[in-house]
């Protein structure tokens, strides 16, 4: 897919979850898409095809196309994040829950196979983040750098890209995370802690220390969660308001 076509799936899905957020979760119509976009009705149908594929979309025999958000995998997260989509806080917790445990090993795989290379780009991205910190910028970008070089690390293409959906899917959400000064000089400290047993190839403390690092996140959005849930039962609980 070239970037046009994938800058306009992204708009064709931007596009459709707005329309069928307010219309009871139907979609445009294939003539209403391609009238919009002002493009053919063959280009929206291979596109449509491909949000079927990731099972965002479900066309209905003589209902028309609705929007199937719930049943999103993670590469159809990470579209809808590209696409601008805020993405349930569930679904986000998902990803970080999965994210940790596919880290977590590469970290111990990423200690025995690290090249030179990979610890010289480690070295990098570290001392550009403490640049970041020192001029009062946030790490949400240079976090998810740091991560995937590890993961790149460990010489697995195919682990490098399962990862690389977990942090597309979230990317909306990290500059957030990310826009407290203390968790961005936390991170950092052990960031460099990891890299330090790294790169003395001790797997082990490693692997525990990116356990400890990544269970952060996790603990960041089970409160996000409980919180959500709270307010949702209190609005439960609430008597109708009169009319």
């Known amino acids: 897919m070239t970037s046009s076509e994938g800058d306009f799936l992204s708009n064709l899905v931007a596009h459709i979850v707005a329309v069928a957020s307010s219309n009871g979760g139907k979609a445009p119509s ?3 898409l391609a009238d919009h976009f002002e493009v053919s009705r063959g280009q929206v149908r291979e596109s449509l095809a491909i949000l079927e594929a990731l099972q ?4 209905r025999a003589k209902s028309g ?3 199937t958000m719930e049943s999103a995998g993670l590469s159809s997260m990470a579209l809808l994040a590209r696409a601008g989509v805020q993405l349930q806080p569930r679904q986000i917790f998902e990803a970080v829950e999965l994210r940790k445990i596919h880290e977590i090993k590469a970290a111990e795989l990423a200690a025995q196979r690290a090249t030179e290379e990979n610890l010289d780009r480690l070295r990098d991205i570290l001392a550009r983040s403490e640049q970041q910190i020192a001029d009062g910028l946030g790490l949400h970008r240079l976090d998810g750098e740091f991560h995937l070089e590890i993961v790149r690390a460990t010489q697995n293409e195919m682990f490098y890209k399962i990862c690389s959906s977990f942090y597309a899917a979230s ?5 957030i995370y990310f826009g407290k000064t203390e968790r961005n000089i936390k991170s ?3 960031h ?3 890299f330090d047993a790294l790169s003395r190839r001790d797997s082990i403390l490693t692997q525990a220390l990116m356990n400890t690092h990544l269970g952060r996140a996790q603990s960041y959005w089970t409160e996000i969660l409980d919180a959500n849930g709270e307010q949702a039962a209190e609005r439960a609980e609430r008597p109708p308001a009169p009319v």
Not at 171 to 175: A, F, I, S, T, V
Request: charge should be negative; aromatic fraction near 4%.
């Open 188 to 190: 950092h400290n052990e």
């Open 56 to 59: 965002l979309i479900e066309r």
């Open 30 to 32: 294939e003539r209403e």
């Open 65 to 67: 196309i609705y929007l």
């Open 192 to 194: 460099l802690q990891i």
């Open 171 to 175: 990317e909306q959400r990290l500059p």
